[in-house]
């Protein structure tokens, strides 16, 4: 049972544009979420993120939104440059669960065109 | 700079053998850190939470006699592969937390280890 899902693999935006990538959870116990970026052979990197009691924040060119009632997140770049090429995962952790533990979803792969 | 170093980065090893791969705090105490497991084009799966001075916690379905983590100080865990077989084969990296003790922390990882089993 797949408790964070990030539905697009793959996403292509030209330089200068808006990315949005798009993360969905079921587990309502989640309440703090993080986007992570990942380079090939590397760690991911923290970005960014949002606690449940709030519905947005913003971290220069990267905004993070939530909508807890459809448990749906999104993390938008604005605006996107090649070197933001790179693998995005969404990720979520519930206090009761010792807050550090994250579930992650699957990952979606942005192509940053020049 | 990089705040949590893992070693090696990469790693080819027979199979039957054991591998260890390190994973150390910079510069910060972590009395928890966290091990992750990718296979090729999946998401990140938590393999086990290592505490220092206790025993690590496992997460279901991965064998704790097969992954021996030790977390023998505050700057130190690792992750021990025993009997390696070629579905091991995978990337594996560990993680601890920004901020020491704040509970919903970042978490920031290790460059990962890709293991290899042949």
């Known amino acids: 049972d797949q408790q964070v899902k990030q539905n697009s693999p793959s996403l292509s935006v030209q330089e200068g544009r808006i990315s949005i990538l798009n993360c969905d959870y079921t587990?309502?116990?989640?309440?703090?979420f993080l986007w992570y970026k990942k380079y090939p052979a590397e760690g991911p990197t923290f970005l960014i993120s949002i606690s449940s009691i709030k519905d947005k924040n913003e971290d220069g060119r990267f905004t993070v939104f939530l909508n807890k009632s459809a448990k749906h997140l999104s993390l938008h770049i604005v605006p996107s440059q090649p070197g933001d090429s790179a693998v995005y995962f969404c990720a979520a952790s519930a206090l009761n669960n010792a807050g550090n533990m994250l579930t992650f979803g699957g990952g979606t792969r942005l192509m940053v065109k020049p | 700079g990089a705040v949590v170093s893992q070693h090696p980065s990469r790693v080819i090893c027979k199979s039957g053998t054991s591998v260890k791969i390190e994973c150390r705090s910079l510069d910060f105490q972590a009395t928890t850190m966290f091990w992750y497991r990718q296979f090729p084009k999946q998401s990140l799966m938590l393999m086990a939470t290592?505490?220092?001075?206790?025993?690590?916690?496992?997460e279901q379905g991965v064998e704790k006699d097969k992954f021996l983590i030790n977390h023998a100080s505050l700057t130190l865990s690792t992750l021990t592969v025993t009997s390696a077989h070629p579905e091991d084969s995978s990337f594996y990296i560990c993680s601890a937390p920004i901020t020491i003790g704040q509970t919903n922390s970042p978490l920031h990882f290790g460059n990962g280890t890709r293991l290899t089993v042949t």
């Open positions: 290592s505490n220092e001075g206790s025993k690590a916690t496992y």
């Open positions: 587990n309502s116990m989640f309440d703090y």
